[in-house]
């Protein structure tokens, strides 16, 4: 089965064109650009929102309590070791 040079050039030119296309509409900005310097407007959380998060939270610290120790954590144990330690 011979497939001639012109048909692959034709499907060269279509997988491409859809490529583009594709690629184009995928990196298409999903919200308006804002001058530089200028902080958008954020909605304010609801009451009924804020006071679940606080039952959640209420629930994982019976479980899990937090630390208050404000003191200073070390994290030389996160360090790889030098050639003199090993």
Same mark, same amino acid.
């Given at each position: 089965?011979? !497939?001639?040079?012109?048909? #692959? /050039?034709?499907? %060269? !030119?279509?997988?491409?064109?859809?490529?583009? !296309?594709?690629?184009?509409?995928?990196?298409?900005?999903?919200?308006? !650009? %804002?001058?530089?310097?200028? @902080?958008?407007?954020? $909605?304010?959380?609801?009451?009924? $929102?804020?006071? #679940?998060?606080?039952?959640?939270?209420?629930?994982?610290?019976?479980?899990?309590?937090?630390? /208050?120790? $404000?003191?200073?954590?070390? #994290?030389?144990?996160?360090? %790889?070791?030098?050639? /003199?330690? @090993?």
């Amino acid at each position: 089965m011979n !497939i001639g040079p012109r048909l #692959y /050039r034709t499907l %060269l !030119i279509v997988f491409t064109i859809a490529l583009s !296309i594709c690629s184009l509409s995928a990196c298409a900005p999903s919200r308006a !650009i %804002l001058p530089p310097g200028q @902080v958008p407007q954020q $909605d304010s959380v609801a009451s009924a $929102d804020e006071q #679940y998060g606080q039952e959640v939270l209420g629930g994982l610290t019976e479980q899990f309590p937090l630390s /208050r120790n $404000d003191a200073p954590v070390s #994290y030389t144990h996160l360090t %790889l070791p030098t050639n /003199r330690e @090993v």
